[in-house]
Every structure is written in C-alpha cells, then in structure tokens.
C-alpha cells in the first residue's frame, strides 16, 4: 500500500536524521536519501528549497529535540545528578550497543562532516548542543551544585567524547570510564543550598 504523499517531509527529516547519524553528511547521498525517504526525489528540492544542507540542519534540530525529550523523560523521577549521569550514560550505550556501534550522537557526526563548511548546519548543531547543556545545568543548578555552566560543559563534553571512543573502538569501555568519574566528581561536590 502506498503512502501518503503528505507525510513525504517527515519521511525525508527521518530518514536523513538515522542516514546522518549512522553514516555522517558526505557519506549520506541524495539518491540514498530520497530511497530511503520513499519520496520521489523532486520532493526533496520541493520541501527543502536548501537542498541536502537544509535537510540536514532540521534533520539535526529534530534528533536534538527527540534526544533530549527521551532523557528528560527517562531522567523525570531521578533527583540526584550522579543517578542521572548513571541513568544517561547507560542508555546511551545500551543504544550504541544494540545498533552495532553505528549510531552515536545524532549531531555528531553531522558536526564532524560539515559544521565548519556550513553555516545554517553549525548553528543548528550548536543550537542542540546549548540546550542540551542548558538542561544539564539547570538540573545540576537545582541540585546546589557549584558553577553549574561549567560543569554542564564538562559533562557534555565528556558524555560526547565518551560516545565517539566507544563508537570509533566498538567498546563501551570510555562511556563506563566517564559515567564512573562523573558520577564521583558529581558526588563529592560541596553543595550551595
């Protein structure tokens, strides 16, 4: 049964969301998008008049929202920031796993490939990445943790890391490293209630 014509640019921003994420921009052509999208190919310029640069920088805004809601709701109940950090990391990797080390950070790759030749995609990547950290530290800034701005830098930092080692040596050994050392950073830190 066909599908709808209506959903063509949904099925275009997932498909180039998983293609990215897996595979990266330049890896990711346009006959492989638009098969993948099961969309004829002119509906790819109809929907994105930017073309594959358009495309990736919502594809990359879209897996940045979805990312980030899946662990604002994963961490809803978790109160202390060293449980979270367990909680996240492990997710992560139990994803990195399952997809045989293929898909890491959905805005990594993306950042990797194209962010420093492409305006409209490095805002978009930077965009995920400040909410991201945004939310890491107001949920280390209600915890009464000190210099939450900074210490939301240094776990994202470290989180995205993280991911890239374990991806790049199909291991979870660096996630399990970072989850262990933040987890202590975050448990020995004075609070300021």
Not at 133 to 149: H, S, V
Not at 173 to 191: F, G, I, N, S
Request: overall charge negative; hydrophobic content about 45%.
């Amino acid at each position: 049964m066909p599908r709808p014509r209506s959903d063509s640019r949904e099925r275009l921003l997932r498909s180039a969301a998983n293609l990215f994420r897996a595979q990266g921009y330049h890896a990711t052509g346009l006959n492989q998008l638009v098969a993948e999208g099961g969309a004829p190919k002119g509906s790819l310029y109809f929907h994105f008049p930017g073309g594959k640069e358009q495309l990736a920088a919502e594809s990359v805004r879209l897996s940045g929202e979805e990312v980030g809601g899946t662990l604002e709701a994963a961490l809803a109940g978790v109160t202390e920031p060293a449980s979270a950090v367990t909680l996240v990391l492990d997710r992560l990797g139990d994803e990195l796993a399952a997809s045989g080390y293929r898909r890491g950070c959905p805005v990594a790759s993306v950042a990797l490939d194209v962010a420093a030749d492409s305006e409209p995609v490095r805002e978009a990547c930077a965009a995920v990445y400040d909410g991201w950290q945004a939310a890491i530290a107001g949920r280390l800034r209600t915890a009464g943790l000190p210099d939450p701005d900074g210490l939301a830098a240094l776990v994202l930092s470290a989180v995205e890391g993280a991911l890239l080692l374990a991806r790049t040596r199909r291991d979870l050994a660096p996630l399990h490293a970072v989850r262990d050392h933040l987890t202590a950073l975050l448990t020995a830190a004075p609070l300021h209630r």
